[in-house]
């Protein structure tokens, strides 16, 4: 199969730091997506990973381990409106230009 | 920016109708798709397009179909509704980086 494994729920408090990782099959593996989801709306790109390492953009920032099958999105300084589901999404070699979701992780922010 | 429109956000339907889900994007992007979302299942592609009068099933197809007629117009049809089509429909197209961008939702009920 080609599991992708996230934590389902995830509290950290305003103005921390939080990491939701995510962990996936290798075998074929092309690149991987962040997207955030607030409730009740539609999911919104966040981040694509292709390539090992570090990438950040403000906040936010996303980290690929190919080897490991990896990733994590780690949130600083957290906000109220950061409330939401992060989900990880992966494409393979094999399927073209498809991409399989994760569950999500609903992410809650304590003030 | 890119727009993806789709056609309603909030749609009550009966058991047995056919129904017409469409999607319209104002750019030229070839790849189109149709995912539902269900709690605790995510995101499940059912039916994607690479060009004009070109599909192909995704990973839960049964009970749809899907007409692309224009580059721009995506229409996911439910020939004959049940209930446990009751669920959020996110049209998306694929952008020039891989990533998939998402329409607002419709949130379909079949009573």
């Known amino acids: 199969g080609q599991n992708i494994d996230q934590p389902t729920e995830m509290t950290a408090t305003e103005g921390a730091i939080v990491q939701i990782n995510c962990t996936y099959q290798?075998?074929?593996?092309?690149?991987l997506f962040w997207y955030q989801q607030h409730a009740g709306e539609a999911p919104t790109f966040l981040s694509y990973n292709v390539l090992d390492g570090l990438e950040e953009k403000g906040r936010f920032s996303s980290f690929l381990s190919r080897s490991k099958g990896y990733s994590y999105l780690l949130l600083k300084e957290l906000q109220m409106k950061d409330s939401a589901s992060y989900l990880c999404a992966v494409s393979w070699m094999n399927r073209d230009d498809k991409i399989i979701f994760g569950k999500g992780t609903r992410l809650h922010i304590l003030p | 920016d890119v727009k993806v429109t789709q056609s309603s956000r909030y749609l009550v339907k009966r058991t047995g109708e056919k129904v017409f889900l469409e999607c319209v994007q104002d750019?030229?992007?070839?790849?189109m798709f149709w995912y539902r979302q269900d709690p605790g299942l995510g995101l499940r592609l059912i039916y994607f397009s690479y060009d004009v009068k070109m599909k192909e099933k995704g990973d839960i197809p049964e009970g749809y179909s899907v007409s692309r007629e224009k580059k721009e117009r995506f229409s996911l049809i439910l020939e004959s509704a049940s209930t446990n089509q009751t669920s959020m429909y996110l049209c998306?197209?694929?952008?020039?980086?891989?990533?998939?961008?998402f329409g607002p939702g419709t949130r379909l009920t079949v009573l």
């Open positions: 750019m030229d992007h070839e790849n």
């Open positions: 290798t075998s074929g593996f092309n690149g």
């Open positions: 998306a197209y694929r952008g020039g980086g891989n990533e998939q961008f």
